[in-house]
C-alpha cells in the first residue's frame, strides 16, 4: 500500500506528457493511455492533475480504470481534501439540451419505437447519440437490417377464433412474454445514469430476458443483483485471449444464475464506425490535433481499438469444446451470417446460434440477419431434417427490428425469437427504466393486434405460409438517375384554390 | 319513465369525476365512457354539464349515444330550457378554413380523383383528414395498394371497332352503370353534415351501388330512405358477439332490400392508425395528459376500442351456414387475402369475396388485393376449373384504385368489380353529392377513353392477354444509398440563359 | 356570293351568346364552336365582333376555320376597313418571356437535346408548353418511354478498325444520313411562326426524312413546297370517318411525292391530357367557369374533341384493303402495341409498323416502344422466321429518345429507325430551322462517336449481342418509404473545412 | 536555328488572327491551335504576344507545345527581357478558394476516400474538378460504377483465426502490398503541380504499383526518374496511328524498367464530357462565343479531339503480334468490356485484361468492369478451364471503387487486383503526396479490418462463396413516379417535445 500523494503533486502532472488524475479517491497516471480513451483524450486532459470521480462515475463501469491501466499506473490514494476541484461549467449548447429533456413529450404519447429514437436523437448528447447511432462504413448493412423486413409481406388466414392470442414462449428453455429478448449493447451510461439497469428493471415488469453485455457500463454484478428473484438474464461474452480471465467471467456468470452464453463471433476486431470517430476529432485537443500529420500517432481508430484490444482474433470452432469442459449453461453464437457456419455449429452441439452483423457495426454488406435465416432454415431442413422453430437448436436474429410485425415475419420463417438492441437503448435514453416498459408494453400491443389480424392466437400458428419472402435476397440498387431528363421534366399539378391559401 | 332533470342538477356535473351531457333533450352520465370516446375526452369535458347536442348531431348518428352507453347511464328527460348553452367559438384556424372552403375551385376545374383528396386535405377539419386518411402502422400496405397498380402495364390492340364502348356490367346479379361500387367507409359526417347520403345521391345519378356501412355516420335507415325507387344497395357487416344483434340488423336490412351482405373478415379489432391516434393526443385534455405516466390510464387505443368492442373476434367458418339460415341475400367476405381463404369461402358456397386489406387500415405488410386477384385467379382455376370474371364466384378487389386504368386491369385479371372507398368520401367532403356526381364521371370519362384506346368495346373485351402483370409480386426495397458518394456527385446542368431569367 | 357585311354589324356580335370574327377578311359565325376551340374560349371572345386575323394567323393553318366550321357559319366577306381593329397588349409575363428569347445561349452551347427542351421550356408561352409537354393521365408511359432506354446496356467490342463509321441507312427504301426520322407532331406554330417547315429545312440540310402530320399547323401543301427536290416526306394520317375525305388525303400526298403512309391506329379519341386541360381552365372566361356546376357544359375534353372528332373510331384490319386500293405508298402502322398485332399486320401485307404509344399521350401505362420491340421480334421469328432489321417489313419505334445511344440500343434489338417527335419541336421552338438543325448535327456526333466506341463501323455491325436488354421488362415500384425510420437516420458527413466557407 | 525575335515583335501578335505567345524562352505561333486548345482559347488569348511561360508550366508536360505544334509554328528563341510580363490578378473566387486550401482539415480527419474527394471538390480550380469528375453523356456509366458494388453482399464465416491477416499479393509477378494498383489518369498537374510524382512517391512508401499514363503532365521520364530503385511501374499507352511513335515510346518504357504495358483499347476516340466541354465555353473569349452561330467553328469537340486526335482508330487484333515483337513487356489489354473479347485475348496470349469502360469516360452504357467480370470468369471457365484469379491470364477491374470491400469483393469473384483512379487524384489534389499516401493507408486499414470481419486471412481465402452477386446484373430503372398521389400523401410523424426546440 502506498503512500497517499498530495493533491499538489498530482496538480504537477497537468499536461500531454505527464498526466495524473484521480478517481474516487485514487490517483492514477493516464498518460500512455490518453490516445486509447474511447471519449478522446480532450476530455481526460481537462482533468489532468485533478479529481475526475464526478465525470468519470456517470459514464464508466466502477472497475473501467482498473482493468484498463496497468498496475503499475496505478500510483496509490490521494491525500484527502488537497485535490483541485474541477467547477463543470454548463455549456450553452448543454443547456438547450437540458431544455429538451424537460420539454420531452409525456410517455403517453409515444406510439412506437421510432418515437423513442427521435426523442433520443434530442435529448442525447451528441458524443453517445454517435456512438450509439453510428455503424460500419457507410452503413449500409445498418439499414439493410430495417430493409430487408420489408421485403416481406404477409399472407394473414381469417375466420379463426383470435378472442385470445398468446405471444408468450421459451427461449433456450426459460420463459419469456414475447418472442423478443434485449440484446447486449455496449456503455449504457453513455444515454443514462442508470445504465443497464433501466433494462433489467423494465425486462423484469415486462416478462422478457435481459442479455448482459460483456462492455457493460454498468458492472457485471450490479445488473445481476438489480434482477428480481427468478428473473432471467444471458451473458453475451467477448472471448479475452487470456482464457482465465475468460474462464472466470464466465463460471462467475454462472454461478450467478445466467442462464444462457452468447458468445460473440463477429467481432475479432471492432468495426470502423466513422461517425463516432468524428466526434473524437471535434472532441479532440486542437493543439494535438493540428500538429500531427501523416507522421503523426494514429489515433483513428482509437476508440475501437482500446476497447477491443482484449478480444481474442484466434478464436476457432475448437475451442467450442473447452468452453463445453467449463460450463454447464446453454452455448449459442452471436453472429453467425451464412448457413454453411450455422450447420457446423449445429454440428458442434451448441444450443442455437444469433443470426446477425453486430447491427451493421462490423463488415459493411454483410447480410440481414433476416435474410441469412432463409437459407439457414433451408439448408438445415436439406442436411440434417430439422424443422424450425427448433427446440434444440435455436434460431436467434438481431437488428433493425422497429414493429411486432418484423418479430412475427422472424417467427413465421422459424427463429424462436428476435433480440432488440438499439430501440431500447434509446428508450432508457430517453425516458429511463419506465421508457423500456414502454417500449415493451408497444410490443405487446402490436402483437395482440397483428397476431388477431394475421389469424395466428398462438406463436405455433404463425407458419411459413403466412409470408411472401420471395423478394427477400433482392440487393437492387436502381440505375443513377438522369438528371437532365428528369430536370425537364415538370410535374403534375392539382386544381388550385382560387386564393392561394392553401394549409399545406 | 324517469322525472325530467334540472339544467341546474346537470351543471353540476361538470368534470372528468362526474360528467354528464344532453343531447337532444335528454340526460347522459358519460362519466365512463370519456376514456373510450373515439374522438377524445376534451371535446365532451367541454359540454361537461351542457347541452351537447349541437356539437354532437353533425357527427354522430342519432342511436349512437344510445348505443354506446348502457340503459343505465341514461339518466331521463332534461327539464325544458333550463340547460346551459355553449356558445362554440370559431379559432383563426377555423376561420382560415371556412375561407378556403369557400375559395374552392368550381367543379369543373376537378380533372380526376387525386383534385378531390387534394382540395379535402385542405377543407377538412384536421382531425376528419387524420382519421379519414390514416392507415396502420408504417401505413406501408396503404400505399402499396396504389403501387401495385403501377406494376401492372397494358397490352393494348388495335383496329377494332370502338365507336361504341360499354362499361356497364352486373354485380351479384345487380345492374351497375360501371365496374366499381362504393364501398364502406365509416363516420361520413365527419367529412360533411350529409354524411353517406351523399353517396347515396350520386349513386343513384351515375347508376352505380353503394355498400352501407357498419359504421356510418347515418342511420341505416336513413341512408336506404335517401335511395331512389329501384336503387341497389348493399350492406357491410361487422359482426357483433352478440348474434341477436346481428341477425336483427341482416334481417332488416333484407327487408329494407338490400341485395348482397358484405361480411367484414379483416377486422377482428381495429388496426393502429397513429395519425389518427396522435390527433387525439393533441386534442386531450392537457391537464390529463401531463398527468399520466405509464402508470395512467392508457388510452391510446381509446378510439380503436371504443369503436370495435362489439366486434367479434370468434368469427369462425363454420358461423356462415348460421348466416345462411338467417337470410337469402348473397353473402360475400370482405377482407380476404390469399387464395387459400378465397378457396375455402368457394367451397363454403358464398356468393364472392372481396380480396381486400381494409385500405391499408389493418395489417401492415397485407399485401394488395390486386395482387392476391393474381393468385387466387391462378388457384381457382387450377383446383376447381374456375374461370374468373365468374358469376356463380365473384371476385372483387378494394383498395388504392384512383383511375379508370386501375379498374380495367382488375377486370383483366378476373374481378367482377373494384371497391372505392376513401375517393368518394374526399369527394363528398370537398363537395357534397355533387363531388360524388362529378367523381364518378371522371371515371365514366376515364373509362370511355381508355376502353377505346385499349381495343375492348366491352368488358369481357379486357381479357388476360391484354395485361402484362408478371412484375406485380415484386416488394422491392433498394439497397440503403450511399450519402457520401452520392453527396459528392454534382448532376449535369444544362446551358444557361445569358442572364440568369429563368422562368422555372 | 353574299354580300359584303358591314363592320358595324359585325361587331354587335361581341359575346358568347353570338360571336362573330373576322378572318383574312371573311366573317364566320363561331358562337357554337367557342366551346371546342382548342385554344380555349376566352381567346376568342377577346376578338367577338372584331379581326381576329392577327391571332389567328400564326398559330392556324390556313385552311383552319373553313374545315372547322360547317358552311353555314361562313357569313360572307366584310367590307373593308369597316372591321374594329383589337390593339394586342403585351404584358409583364410576356416581356419577361421576349427577354428570356433574347438572352438565349448562342447555339454553340448546346450540347444534348435536354438543352434545346430546357430552353424552350423558358421560352414557350405556357400554353405551348402544356400543349407540347403534356401526356396521358399521371404521365407514367410518358416518363417510361425514356427510362426504359436506361434498362438497356451495352456490350461493347475492341480492336475494330473503326476508322470510318457510317451511320446512314435507308427507311422504306429511301435514304437517310441516320436511323431517325422526324415523327409527326401537331399546331407546329404554337413553337415557332415557321411552324412544320423548320423541320422540312433542317431535314434537308442533315439528310433526314420529315413525317408529315395531319394536324399541322401549316398545310400540307406549304410543307411539300418548302422541301427540296428529292427530299423525301412520309405522311401520317388520321383517318376521317368520311372516306372520301381520307381519300382525296391520301391521293394527294402520293401525287406530291410522298413516299411513305403512316396510318395512326393508337388514336381512335385523343388522349386526356391534363397539364393541357388545366391550360384552358386557366385561360377561360371566368365568368363563365365560376357559373358552371356539374350542370354546366363540360368543357374537359374540349381541346380533344375538337382536334379529333373527325377519326374514325370504327377502324379496322380490312379496311387496309382499301388503303392498298387508294395508293401505292407504303402503308405503315403507327401505333402497334404487342406482338399478336405486329404479327396480323406482317400478315396482312404492310410494309411496317411503328411500335409507339404516340409519345405516352394516350393510354397511361402503355408500354414503352423500344420493349414492345423485343417481343415483336422474337414472335415474328419464331411464327414466321422473320429476321430484323428487316427490309421486307420494317420495324420502327417511337417514344423517349434523347441521345444516339438510345436509337442504337433499338437498332441493335432490330429497328429499322427511330422517330424524334418532341426534341424536335423544342429545337425549333427556341431556335427555329437552325435548333433542328442543331440537333441532327448532335445526333450525328454522338452517333459517331458511340459507334467507333461499340466497334460497330456500320449499322450492320450493331447486332443483338451488343445490349444486354435482361430488365428491360422490369417495371419496379418500390415498396413505399418507411418515413419514420427514415427521418430518424442521419446521413454521412465529411471532414470539414475549419472555417465553414464550403464552395457548394 | 533561327534568330532571336525581339519581345516587341511578338507583342504585335496578340489577337485571334494572329497569336504568338513565349513558353521556356522560345516564340510559338499559336493562332491555328487556339480552337483546339483542350483549357479554351481564352487563356491563351489572354498571353497573346506575351510570355506564358508562368501560367503553362504547372498544368503541362515540358514537351507539351512541342509535340501539339507543328514545326514550322515554332519561331525560334526570343531575345532575352524584351517580352511584356503579364501580372497574374487574383480574381476574388481564387482568394476564395486559397482560403479554403489553408482550411483544409489535418489529414488526420480524413477517414476514407470519399473525403479527399470532397475536400477536392472545395480545393481544386472549377476547371480542373470539370476534367476530373466529368465522363461521357448523361453519367449513367460513371456512377453505375460504384453502384454495381453495392448489389454484391458478403457472406462471412466464423471462428478462424485472423490474428495475421495479409493482403500483398503479386501483379504480373510483380509484389504489391494490396490487390490495388493505381490506375493511369491524364493531366495531374491541373490537380497539383507536382503532377504524377505525387502518386509515385505514395507509392513508393505504401508498396504499390503506379500505371503511368500516356497523357501524363509530367513527361514519363520525370516519372520513372521519381521512382525508388525497385519500385514497380506500369505504363498505359495510347497507340499512335503512327507507329515509329508508339515503338519508341514502348521500347523507351521497357528499356526503363517498366514491368507491363497497359493498352488502352476502349478509346478510338475520346468521350463527349460535357461537364468539361461546358466549362469550356464559360471560359471561351466571349467576344467570339457571342458571334458564332451554326455556322461558326465548332468548338464542342476541341478538348477531347486535341487530346485524342493522335490515337489510331484502327487498331485490330493483329496488331497484338506487332507489340509482341517490340516488347516482352507483358501486354494487357485495358477497357475490355465483355467474355467474348476476354477469350480473345486469351487466345491472343496477352497476360491479361482490364475490365474497364474508362471510368465511364467513354460509352455511355456500358457496364461496370465488376459486372462484366462475373461473366468472363464464367466463360473462360467454362470454355477455356481457367481458374481465377489465374497468375496466367490475369483479369483487372477499375472503376467505381472507394472502399476495401470493393476491391475484396473483385477478388472473389476472381479478380486479381483493382485499379483505383480518380480517388488518388483527389488525395493529391487535396493533400499532395501525404494525400495519396494517407489513401493507401485507409485502404490498408480497411483491408485489415474488412479480412479479419470477413474471416479471410488471406486473398485466397477470399473465395466466391464468401460474396452473393446474384442481383449484380440487375440494372433496375423504377416505374416512374405517380406525383399527384405521392404529393397528397402526407408522411407521418413523431411525438412532438412540448415546445418545438428541437435539436435537428
Known sequence: MPEPISGKTVALHNNRESCWIIVHGKVYDVTEFLDEHPGGSK???????????????????????????????????????????????????????????????????????????????????????????????????????????????????????????????????????????????????????????????????????????????????????AAQPGQVQFFQLYVNR?????????????????????????????????????????????????????????????????????????????????????????????????????????????????LSNHGGRQLDFARSGIEVLVEVVANLKEKRGLEFPNDKFQLFVDGGVRRATDVIKAVALGATAVGVGRPFLYAFSAYGSEGVEKALQILHDEFEMNMRLLGAPTLKDIVPAMVDASNLQSHIVAVPGDSLYNNNYEGMKYAKLKESKAKL
Open 43 to 225: 476530455i481526460i486532459l481537462k482533468y489532468a492533475g485533478k479529481d475526475a470521480t464526478q465525470e468519470y462515475e456517470p459514464i464508466h463501469p466502477p472497475d473501467a480504470i482498473t482493468t484498463n491501466l496497468p498496475p503499475e499506473k496505478h500510483l496509490g490514494p490521494v491525500e484527502p481534501d488537497t485535490a483541485e476541484k474541477v467547477v463543470v461549467e454548463i455549456t450553452d449548447e448543454e443547456k438547450a439540451r437540458q431544455e429538451r429533456i424537460s420539454n420531452r413529450p409525456p410517455l403517453d404519447e409515444i406510439l412506437n419505437l421510432h418515437d423513442f429514437e427521435n426523442i433520443a436523437k434530442q435529448v442525447l448528447p451528441e458524443k453517445a447519440w454517435a456512438y450509439y447511432s453510428s455503424a460500419a462504413d457507410d452503413e449500409i448493412t445498418h439499414r439493410e437490417n430495417h430493409a430487408a423486413y420489408h421485403r416481406i409481406w404477409f399472407r394473414p388466414r381469417i375466420l379463426r377464433d383470435v378472442t385470445k392470442v398468446d405471444w408468450s414462449t421459451t427461449i433456450l428453455g426459460q420463459k419469456s412474454s414475447m418472442p423478443v429478448y434485449i440484446s447486449a449493447t455496449a456503455l449504457g451510461k453513455l444515454g443514462h445514469p442508470d445504465g443497464e439497469i433501466n433494462l433489467t428493471r423494465a425486462a423484469a415488469k415486462q416478462g422478457v430476458i435481459q442479455m448482459i453485455p460483456t462492455l457493460a457500463s454498468c458492472s457485471f454484478d450490479e445488473i445481476v443483483d
Open 242 to 354: 487470456d482464457r482465465a480471465i475468460t474462464k472466470k467471467l464466465v463460471q462467475h456468470a454462472e454461478s450467478r444464475g445466467v442462464k444462457g452464453l452468447f458468445i460473440t463471433v463477429d467481432a475479432p476486431q471492432l468495426g470502423r464506425r466513422e461517425k463516432d470517430m468524428r466526434m473524437k476529432f471535434e472532441d479532440a485537443d486542437p493543439s494535438v490535433v493540428s500538429s500531427s500529420g501523416s507522421q503523426g500517432v494514429d489515433r483513428s481508430q482509437g476508440a475501437a481499438r482500446a476497447i477491443s484490444s482484449f478480444i481474442d482474433t484466434a478464436l476457432k470452432w475448437d475451442d467450442l469444446k473447452w468452453f463445453k469442459s467449463i460450463t454447464k449453461m446453454p452455448l449459442i453464437l452471436k453472429g453467425v451470417q451464412c448457413w454453411e457456419d450455422a450447420l457446423q455449429a449445429y454440428d458442434f452441439g451448441v444450443a442455437g446460434v444469433v
